[in-house]
Structure formats: C-alpha cells, structure tokens
C-alpha cells in the first residue's frame, strides 16, 4: 500500500572530490568452481536467447523514444527519485560486466572443457552488456530531456558509484546464475510497477521496453538453472540457497544511502526483491523430477523467505 505520508527526500550524491561514505569495497574473486554445463547445452540456452531477441524486438536509444516529449514536471517527487535510483543501478553495468569476465575467464591456464562452457557463455554475455548499456544510456538521456538534471551534473553523480568494484559473494557457477535470476526478475517487476503509476507517457514506454528486455534476461536465466538442475541435481543445490540466503541487490552494500533510498521508491511503487522468490521456486519444481530432501528443504526455505511468508511454527 502507498504511504501517503511525504517521506524524506532521497540522499544527494556526494561530490566527486569527496569520498563516499560506505562499506569497505568487496574482495574481487577469482574464477568460479564447477560443475559446469556441459558447452552444448550451454549453447541451446545461448541460442534459445538470440532467438528470442529478434531484429524486430529490438531497439536504439536514438530513434525509438521520442525524447522530445520527455516531461518530468509530469511526475511526482517520488517519481523522479525512482528514475534517479535505478539509473544508478543500471549504469553501473561494467562492473557487472567485469563480474562475468573474471570469474569465467577466457584464458590459457582454464581448462578445455571450462573454457569451451566459458566461450559460450560469453556469446550471451556480450549481447547481455549491450542491452543493459542501452538501458543506461536510456535513463541517462531521458532525466536530461525530461528537466530532471544537467548531464554535466548527471555524469559527475554515476561517476561517484560507477568507480565503486562490484562483487558477488558466491564461488559456484550455478550461484551467479541464481543470483541474476532473481535480480533480473525483481527488477522487471519493478519497471513494471513503476511503469503502471508514472505520469508521464514517454517514461512509461521506456519503462515497457526496460522491462520486457529484463524479462528476457530473466528468461535464459532461469534456462540455465534449469539446466543445471537437471544435470547435478543435488550438488547444486545448496549454491542456490546460499544466493537466497545472502540476497542483495546490486549496489545495496556500496551506493550511500540504498536502504533509506530503496524504502522511498517502495513508497512510489511496489519494490521488493523477494517477489522474484516465487518464480525461482516454479523453476525448481520443473526442473526436478525425483524430489530429495535435499530439494524440498531449498523450495521450502526459499518461500520462507518470501516477504510477507508466515513464520514456521
């Protein structure tokens, strides 16, 4: 339900010759450790996912908003502050990047059959960074457009987090896939939320094209848990409870401010990541014929941590 209360303004970006205050940065790690797929069905959902990406799907930043139009006197404060947040998450997309280029790296010390899963993999990856590079830039031109802020302004604020490292805590493959599952989920639930209350229309259509290509991310993700699933059942399956267990979103340990900032874009539309727990559980149950008790412990933990789940007795 929305607060109808005015809740605090969302934290100015410190300057750039200040330091930010945060956490100490993350441990970069190295590569992951398997099982891995096997490289060709690594490859099936590789291909699945072009398919799916159809010349006729996709778009540029340049010709299909009509920037023109953009008008953030048509939104609330809330509003703005959303788009703020999120084009702070996106626009940190090459220290997502470098996540998948360090730990699967296309080196001369990887293992064949690693390097063979890697290299497929890097096909999606590839196309993954351009699509949430144009999200970015999408964002970026749209607060500038709309009177939301300078770009001079705007470059200096994403320079202060965009410099931060971003790591993942997890060492097994099949985690960093489960960890954007749901990040991916959450994230086109969010956009659709958004999207459904914004004033004004240009920010609705973009927030729709944002959405539908996080749902395609989504959707080779949960390809590939599927996929492992299958193959290692369950060897793989406490990696899966460890991302459910240790859950954030991008950014919430580094950006100042994230959990008083991501309260007040709840307070604007539904935010809450464990909403994506649910379709993560969906994929489970698919995935796994016998069930062990090792799966019915992981599906039960996970709706355990669903917001809003009635405590175990």
């Not at 990696?239 to 959990?259: E, H, K, N």
């Not at 874009?265 to 909403?275: E, G, S």
Request: with cysteine; net charge negative; proline share 7%.
């Amino acid at each position: 339900m929305t607060n109808t209360s005015a809740p605090p303004p969302p934290p100015a970006p410190p300057a750039p010759s200040q330091a930010p205050s945060r956490t100490s940065d993350p441990v970069l790690r190295g590569p992951v450790r398997g099982p891995f797929l096997p490289p060709g069905d690594m490859e099936q959902a590789v291909t699945a996912y072009h398919l799916a990406t159809s010349p006729a799907r996709r778009w540029d930043v340049e010709s299909a908003v009509n920037w023109s139009a953009a008008d953030a006197d048509r939104l609330t404060d809330g509003q703005r502050s959303a788009v703020r947040f999120v084009t702070l998450i996106e626009d940190h997309l090459p220290g997502y990047f470098a996540v998948y280029t360090r730990r699967f790296p296309l080196t001369a010390d990887v293992d064949l059959a690693d390097f063979a899963h890697h290299r497929e993999l890097y096909h999606f990856t590839v196309r993954w960074a351009v699509e949430e590079d144009s999200h970015a830039r999408a964002l970026f031109r749209y607060q500038t457009e709309s009177g939301i802020v300078d770009a001079d302004t705007l470059r200096r604020e994403l320079a202060v987090e965009g410099r931060k490292p971003f790591e993942l805590p997890h060492d097994d493959a099949v985690a960093l896939f489960a960890y954007a599952l749901v990040q991916e989920k959450a994230t086109q639930i969010y956009y659709q939320q958004l999207r459904a209350v914004v004033g004004d229309p240009v920010l609705a259509e973009l927030l729709g094209r944002l959405s539908r290509d996080e749902a395609r991310h989504f959707t080779f993700m949960a390809d590939v848990v599927e996929r492992y699933l299958r193959t290692h059942g369950d060897a793989v399956v406490e990696p899966i409870r460890d991302v459910i267990a240790r859950f954030r979103m991008p950014l919430a340990d580094t950006m100042r401010g994230y959990w008083r900032w991501a309260l007040r874009i709840a307070d604007t539309a539904r935010y809450d990541h464990t909403d994506a727990y649910d379709h993560l559980i969906r994929i489970v149950n698919r995935a796994v014929d016998a069930r062990t008790d090792r799966v019915e412990e992981l599906t039960r933990f996970i709706a355990e941590c669903r917001s809003g789940a009635a405590a175990p007795a």
